[in-house]
């Protein structure tokens, strides 16, 4: 698998105006790319962290089973719109992944949402509540990747796409310190650099980093 992909961040469908300050999807083209590297037809795909479906409406329509589990009630609505088995999709809290009942998965592909030093929200609650800072954050998705450990096949796979934050005079290695965290729970296989048509949080780059359950 190559180590650099050049792409568009044009997407295939434009959200609802409700949706517009919130435009944070990747593109399903990178979703492709490795379910194309990971997986096989019928394999069960699953996104903690589903926002508006991309993971799942792609993996669908390459004959995978998409999962998802998603905090916002009215964004898993949107997504579910699009699906062939909306049922797949859960509306629920990621820290909590394992209190709910799903099969094994072959492959998990998933963007959590962001946090830099700093921010007064917690991402994990959809920015809603107080946060307890960054060491906290990371903490709490060391745990959601802990339990996604205990679903993931033997030899199954999970990519995290993660940039780090420029802005405001201060930057935030998130990607970095997420492969550090997640790294104690999942074996660390590398990252794959994604490189951009435009910026975002300061840079033309993030990173998919790919990890396996031994």
Known sequence: MPTFLQLSKALDRPLPPEFHDDEVRYPPELVQHFLVGYTRPGDRVF???????????????????????????T?????????????????????RLTDLEWPRFQFVMTSPPYMSRGDPEDPLSDYRQPGRGYAAYLRDLRGVFAQLRQLVEPAGHVVVEAANLKGDGQLTTLAWDLAAEISKVLHFEGEVVI????????????????????
């Open 47 to 73: 996104d903690p962290f589903a926002g508006y479906g991309t993971t799942l409406i792609t993996a669908e329509a390459m004959g995978r089973i998409g999962y998802g589990l998603e905090l916002d009630a």
């Open 75 to 95: 964004k898993a609505a949107y997504a579910r719109g699009f699906l062939q088995q909306p049922e797949n999709l859960v509306q629920g809290d990621a820290r």
């Open 195 to 214: 490189g951009w048509d435009r910026r975002e949080y300061g840079y033309d780059h993030s990173y998919c980093m790919v990890f396996s359950v031994l």
